[in-house]
């Protein structure tokens, strides 16, 4: 919310100062030792795949460095099931996968998963993930002003028990498009309540929005806020750089399970 | 250190300056203007023959010890022309007065301050840096606009946070902890737009003093400066006017008597009126399709002093401040509302008992605020933060035979706090909830000092200040402060200090502009005071005749319980705040070489800084600690500072000015690594910076050249100038921030390359401002 209020300012004021005020430079990086990175999002009635990548140095050349010795094993329950390194594409959704596995998982709210990553450089990454309950979407309204622009209220009720955190997606017609909303929130507020999350006048008639309501633990908010904050500083004169709060332990990344529901409405 | 040191320290230096000076006799008196009668505070009365001097206080008296025998006893004060006497001691509590006359030419405003030279010399007080608003008039300023506090970041040891911003860091000290005081009321967010400007109208002020170091014990509250503002007086000839026609602003200011040589009253009032420009830039284009309006935004400042002197003992006087910041966007479904300020108003009694005691009583209000309000269909949300403090606070000065001048007081302030007040609502009551913590709490002090004249060579400011702050738990604090000045030669001094600073309230504000949305936020059971200690040593030479001082001084200050924040702490709506909050130490130390002129046509400083300052956040969670727990440097330390100022009188219409600074870049974090990041769907795929080392890095340096002309007019009645400002005369590109940007293939959409970027703020910028006094 800051930093959006102070852009509000600082775009007058460059305006104000004209233009050429901004030029390339070099800038001498020490060395970076590089780490594994790891993007696992465990998902009922899904199979098992993941993402091994590594850290680079930041202006090495930009394409995808894969570690094709990593070896993965996901645990549950004293059972290691191997994912074998079959990189393959997505075409649709434009993502990759390195490594994954036939099996499907068949967690329940409760169950808990482990996750084992090592390579021939003797690297080692582990983490945790502990399956979440859906938190159903009970309402999604919309109401068109004068202008025939429409806002739209999403409405779910928080569990007063336990700490929450959810992630709220919004794509207009395809899922497979980039979202049109996409926050993290926790009930820190709003416990117990029936909580509505509403947006401003931006929908037009007959538009078809994908709600989408992520229960999600508190390792991928603060995995997913962490990454919005360093690079919202790549960049923010104002900004603090921030440590990346990943969710595995000896590398980068996120190791998570997805539990939503998705709910289609047409703007009549 | 420990406390028991100190209170060696204290005992120690009490026994060695108490006994008095047998052969010294006292001469007092007043030191007034001879039109008004207006007392003159902080006057020079020095006796050139014995190389010594003192300042009037804040009722305009004076006090010296000298040797029986006859002397040349000289008054002199900023805008005045200097007066002299012979007086004949030969017993005590002899009284000499003075009357000064105003000054006729800004030359002679100058010129006049040349006599401060021998006073800086001999005063005992260091790490003082003083400017009147008409020596900053004369400088250069951006889009012309004549800034106090940013003309105070030309003198050595003080920084600004940023190109344009008006935030000062002193010493190693962030902008928090800089005590400003405008009529000795505080003013806790002295800033308008992010920093750019300060709220110091320089017509309603007169002067700034700046206290870097060797702290006097009145002061208490922040660790690392006093920024002490001194409002104008109305004047007591007759009403007029003052005003100016600038680039982004205007201002008005009337003044004059209410009652004959009993009332006076000042009113004075800014405004900036981009605003009104971007508002006919909207209107003009409303109907192009892909128009994005530009919101409204404005500030004004409204000063007003009121004075009455009830009779040759009495006086009360009335001195308020009113300022806003206003950011609003409207359209028809949307309101959106930005606003924020400092509000004051102190009400002072001086009264004196007899020639030797003098009290200040002061009770005043002092509040600063900000409020969000947004709006869309029936759904509101409000953000309001809020601190307001209601101050009690007496001064006495007693003047002792034998060279002694103890000052002595106490002040009490009710602070209110409401940290980040929130309400969301809905019309049809669908929606509510609220956040937000209000807390009360009671800061006092009490301290006394004597400023003690030893001898024609040796003179000490001791003192000793004992602080306190209640909010659910009580904390006491006592606060040595002790400087003495020693004369080699006539022309030579060595000046040392040492200062306890003790802060209770603390501004909670993770980025690295002044925003308005920084919250202050009281010490509590786990919150613990700030704590600073400084020393300083130095030395001052006069030469040339007198028309050059050289001062040279090295300092060292720690700082404990520095409070920083954990990696994406959430400052905005929080009711746990203190959860967020990770406590650390800093270190400062340099030194600042200064060389001033002030006689003759051409006159000015330069001023050179060299320095470290570092901070320290361990946690006992190792992944939350700063920088892994090490030493790192804060953005604003800079190793190399230097600033040349001139200003020459061509004619006695033309007036140049010129100000070069260079300083080390700031230091910076950037990212030394990334990694792809693909999320769930593959649709927000993104590239993810790895930040390493807390401000490893550097930005290039920054120099530029401002350039100022300021010419006379002659109107047909009262006065008149035209002042033109070329800021960054050499178009000089300084780094406002660097980033790393990702260059794609237009046709793909595929990176192609990563490259370095960095940006600047203010190219060339000339302006120019019409001044009028009628």
Redo the contacts between chains.
């Keep these: 919310m800051n930093r959006k209020l102070l852009s509000y300012f600082i775009v007058p004021l460059l305006l104000l100062t004209a233009c050429d005020l901004e030029k390339d430079i070099e800038v001498a990086l020490p060395a970076h030792t590089s780490q594994l990175v790891v993007e696992c999002y465990l998902q009922p009635g899904k199979t098992y795949k993941l993402t091994v990548t590594e850290s680079v140095s930041y202006f090495d050349a930009p394409q995808s460095p894969f570690v094709t010795d990593a070896e993965v094993y996901i645990t549950h329950n004293g059972r290691r099931i191997k994912l074998n390194y079959q990189p393959h594409t997505y075409q649709s959704a434009g993502k990759y996968y390195t490594h994954t596995s036939t099996e499907v998982m068949r967690g329940k709210p409760g169950d808990i998963y482990g996750l084992e990553v090592t390579d021939g450089k003797g690297r080692k990454v582990t983490g945790f993930t502990k399956v979440l309950p859906v938190v159903p979407i009970e309402e999604v309204e919309w109401k068109f002003n004068e202008k025939e622009k429409a806002y739209l209220l999403t409405t779910y009720q928080d569990d007063p028990n336990v700490a929450n955190y959810y992630r709220f997606v919004t794509h207009i017609d395809s899922v497979g498009t980039k979202p049109d909303r996409d926050f993290t929130t926790s009930d820190n507020l709003t416990n117990g309540k029936r909580t509505s999350i509403g947006s401003a006048y931006d929908y037009a008639r007959n538009d078809t929005i994908i709600v989408s309501l992520y229960h999600i633990e508190k390792q991928y908010y603060d995995f997913l806020n962490s990454v919005d904050d360093a690079q919202d500083a790549n960049g923010n004169p104002f900004g603090q750089p921030s440590r990346i709060k990943s969710s595995v332990q000896g590398g980068f990344g996120i190791f998570t399970n997805l539990a939503y529901q998705r709910k289609t409405v047409v703007l009549h | 250190m420990r406390y028991p040191f100190y209170f060696l320290l204290f005992i120690l230096v009490l026994a060695l300056t108490l006994p008095a000076v047998a052969q010294n006799y006292t001469l007092s008196g007043m030191v007034r203007a001879a039109a008004t009668g207006e007392a003159l505070i902080g006057a020079t009365v020095a006796v050139p023959g014995l190389k010594t001097g003192t300042t009037t206080n804040e009722n305009g008296f004076y006090t010296l010890s000298l040797p029986q025998g006859s002397h040349v006893v000289q008054a002199s004060y900023i805008g005045y022309d200097a007066s002299s006497n012979t007086v004949t001691v030969s017993e005590n509590n002899l009284t000499l007065n003075f009357s000064l006359s105003p000054a006729t030419t800004e030359l002679q405003v100058v010129e006049i301050e040349a006599m401060t030279l021998r006073q800086k010399l001999n005063d005992t007080r260091m790490s003082v840096e003083t400017l009147t608003s008409k020596e900053a008039k004369l400088l250069p300023a951006l889009f012309g606009e004549v800034d106090l506090i940013k003309t105070l970041q030309l003198k050595p040891g003080v920084q600004s946070g940023?190109e344009g911003s008006s935030g000062l860091y002193v010493r190693g000290g962030g902008p928090d902890q800089n005590l400003v005081l405008l009529d000795d009321a505080l003013i806790y967010n002295p800033s308008h737009?992010?920093g750019?400007f300060s709220v110091f109208n320089s017509d309603a002020v007169k002067s700034v003093e700046l206290y870097k170091g060797g702290f006097p014990s009145q002061f208490g509250g922040r660790l690392s400066s006093v920024v002490d503002v001194e409002m104008t007086e109305g004047n007591n000839e007759r009403i007029q006017a003052t005003g100016g026609l600038g680039l982004i602003s205007s201002r008005l200011t009337l003044d004059g008597p209410i009652v004959k040589d009993k009332a006076t009253f000042l009113i004075s009032g800014r405004r900036t009126y981009?605003d009104v420009f971007?508002r006919q830039l909207n209107r003009l284009n409303e109907d192009k399709k892909d128009y994005n309006p530009?919101?409204d935004?404005y500030f004004y400042d409204l000063n007003g002093k009121f004075s009455y002197k009830l009779g040759e003992k009495d006086e009360l006087s009335l001195s308020s401040y009113w300022g806003r910041d206003f950011?609003t966007?409207r359209d028809?479904?949307?309101r959106f509302g930005?606003d924020w300020g400092n509000s004051m108003a102190n009400l002072n009694w001086r009264h004196k008992y007899n020639d030797r005691l003098y009290s200040n009583t002061s009770a005043g209000i002092t509040s600063y605020k900000y409020t969000?309000n947004n709006e869309?269909?029936i759904?509101s949300f409000k953000l309001t933060s809020d601190i307001e403090d209601y101050t009690l606070k007496t001064d006495f000065d007693l003047f002792l035979s034998g060279g002694h001048s103890l000052k002595f007081g106490a002040s009490a302030t009710r602070h209110n706090f409401t940290v980040g007040r929130?309400n969301f609502d809905s019309e049809d009551n669908?929606?509510s909830?609220?956040?937000g913590s209000k807390y009360n709490a009671t800061e006092f002090g009490a301290y006394i000092s004597d400023d003690y004249q030893v001898n024609a060579q040796l003179s000490l400011n001791y003192g000793l200040r004992f602080s306190g702050f209640n909010n659910g738990k009580t904390y006491f604090a006592l606060e040595p402060r002790i400087a003495a000045k020693y004369n080699l030669t006539e022309n030579t001094s060595l000046k040392g200090s040492f200062a306890n600073m003790m802060q209770y309230v603390h501004l909670i504000a993770?980025?690295?502009?002044s925003?308005p949305?920084d919250i202050w936020y009281p010490s509590s059971a786990s919150v613990k005071p700030q704590r600073s200690q400084q020393v300083a040593a130095g030395i001052s030479h006069l030469f040339g005749n007198g028309q050059f001082l050289v001062t040279n001084e090295v300092y060292y200050k720690w700082m404990e319980r520095q409070i920083d924040?954990r990696?994406?702490a959430n400052l905005?709506?929080?009711?746990d705040l203190e959860a967020e909050f990770l406590f650390g130490k800093g270190k400062s130390y340099g030194t600042e070489a200064y060389i001033e002129k002030i006689k003759g046509k051409t006159t000015g400083w330069v001023g050179y800084t060299l320095s470290w300052t570092y901070r320290k956040f361990n946690s006992e969670n190792p992944?939350e600690a700063i920088n892994d727990g090490k030493w790192f440097p804060t953005r604003y330390d800079r190793r190399h500072d230097i600033s040349v100022v001139l200003l020459h009188q061509l004619s006695k219409r033309i007036n140049l000015t010129g100000a070069f600074t260079y300083g080390t870049g700031n230091a910076y974090?950037?990212?030394?690594?990334?990694?792809?990041?693909?999320?769930?769907?593959?649709?927000?795929?993104?590239?993810?910076?790895?930040?390493?080392e807390?401000n490893?890095?550097r930005l290039?340096p920054n120099h530029r050249l401002d350039l100022g002309l300021v010419l006379k007019l002659k109107p047909k009645r009262g006065a008149a100038d035209l002042t033109f400002s070329v800021y960054n005369a050499y178009n000089r590109?300084n780094p406002?921030?660097?980033?790393?940007?990702?260059l794609e293939d237009e046709a793909t959409g595929?990176?192609?390359?990563?490259?370095?970027?960095?940006?600047?703020?203010?190219?060339t910028?000339p302006s120019v401002t019409y001044n009028f006094k009628f």
């Excluded at chain 2, 993770?510 to 502009?513: D, M, Q, R, T, V």
């Excluded at chain 2, 990176?751 to 970027?757: A, E, H, S, V, Y």
């Design positions: 940023g737009l992010f750019f981009v971007t530009i919101p935004y950011f966007f028809d479904d949307f930005f969000i869309i269909d759904f929130l669908s929606q909830f609220g956040a993770n980025s690295g502009a925003l949305t924040f990696d994406g905005f709506v929080n009711d992944e974090s950037l990212p030394v690594a990334r990694f792809a990041f693909q999320d769930v769907q593959g649709q927000r795929s993104s590239v993810v910076p790895v930040y390493s807390r490893g890095f290039e590109r406002y921030f660097v980033y790393f940007d990702q595929q990176i192609t390359k990563f490259q370095g970027k960095q940006v600047s703020l203010f190219p910028i």
